[in-house]
């Protein structure tokens, strides 16, 4: 499925959802609004964000070079123990 495609689903979906009803909303009535009226909302919808919600974590996370490494904590020696007492 097309990345502006998925994107205009989804944002049909969130539309149906967040409108402003008395009674509650079922996820089949939002998904089938999003099935028959996805077309309308192609103009607003990002291929960005249907590549994002296409895609895994790889695609979109941080270069290598900006992932650090997580540090051990130290631990506390038995010397600091000591003098704490």
């Known amino acids: 499925?097309?990345?502006?495609?998925v994107a205009a689903?989804?944002?049909?979906?969130?539309?149906?959802?967040?409108?402003?009803r008395r009674e509650p909303v079922l996820l089949d009535e939002a998904g089938l609004f999003a099935r028959?009226?996805?077309?309308?909302?192609?103009?607003?919808?990002?291929?960005?964000?249907g590549r994002f919600l296409t895609g895994g974590p790889e695609e979109f996370s941080a270069p290598a070079r900006?992932?650090?490494p997580r540090r051990r904590a130290r631990k506390a020696s038995r010397r600091q123990l000591a003098g704490a007492i």
């Open 1 to 5: 499925m097309d990345a502006q495609k």
């Open 9 to 20: 689903h989804f944002v049909a979906f969130t539309f149906f959802l967040n409108r402003q």
């Open 36 to 49: 028959q009226n996805w077309q309308a909302f192609l103009p607003c919808a990002s291929e960005d964000l």
């Open 66 to 68: 900006l992932k650090f």
